[in-house]
Structure formats: structure tokens, C-alpha cells
């Protein structure tokens, strides 16, 4: 049976060609070489920031889902249906993605 979700969604390869991509030159464009002076705290808000744009359903851009009564965007920015996450959800995302980027920092290159 085919899988009907985005390739990024399933594929980690695919995922990364995409997502890590975007977001680099995201960084690129708005902080430059700041990223590298920037304290593990501004990183993860830069990270938050970026997963939470990608990923809302709330059409005013407060949280991650509309409140009770609120229709949600027709789809995420992302172009993900049918994924959506909470508030906690994005936090805990945001955590483990940082815990494995502080991982690997000793690797990265200025």
C-alpha cells in the first residue's frame, strides 16, 4: 500500500535534504555567522521559531493549534496533511533536536 504522507515526513534522508537546507539558509540570511556565538538557549529559539512556522495550524500564528471554535489552516506550511502537533509536542521536539545538535557541535565548522 502506498504511503500518502510527504516523502520528508518518512524519509530521514529526504527530511534533511529539505528541512535542514531551508533552515541553514534561513540562519544564513538572518543571523549569519551569529550562529556560531550564539548560547545553546538563542539556538533553541532560532530552532522553535523555525519548526513552529513550518508546522502551525493556527491561523493567527499564536500556537501550534487553534483554540476550541477556531478552524485551522487548511494545511501546515510544511504541506504536511493531517500532522499537527501540540505546543508540548514542538517543546519536546525542540529539546531532543538541540540535546543531538550539542552532540555533534564539537564537529561543526565556522
Avoid at 9 to 27: E, G, I, P, Q
Avoid at 35 to 45: F, N, R, S
Wanted: charged share 25%.
Amino acid at each position: 500500500m502506498p504511503n500518502h504522507q510527504p516523502r520528508t515526513s518518512w524519509d530521514l534522508d529526504r527530511f534533511y535534504c529539505t528541512y535542514a537546507v531551508k533552515f541553514m539558509r534561513t540562519c544564513k540570511e538572518k543571523y549569519d555567522s551569529q550562529w556560531l556565538a550564539m548560547t545553546p538557549v538563542q539556538k533553541a529559539t532560532i530552532v522553535h521559531a523555525f519548526i513552529f512556522e513550518k508546522f502551525t495550524l493556527d491561523p493567527s500564528g499564536r500556537c501550534m493549534l487553534p483554540g476550541p471554535g477556531q478552524k485551522p489552516k487548511k494545511r501546515n506550511d510544511a504541506a504536511w496533511p493531517d500532522f499537527w502537533m501540540s505546543d508540548e509536542e514542538l517543546d519536546e521536539v525542540v529539546t531532543q533536536v538541540m540535546i543531538a545538535y550539542e552532540a555533534h557541535r564539537p564537529y561543526e565548522i565556522a
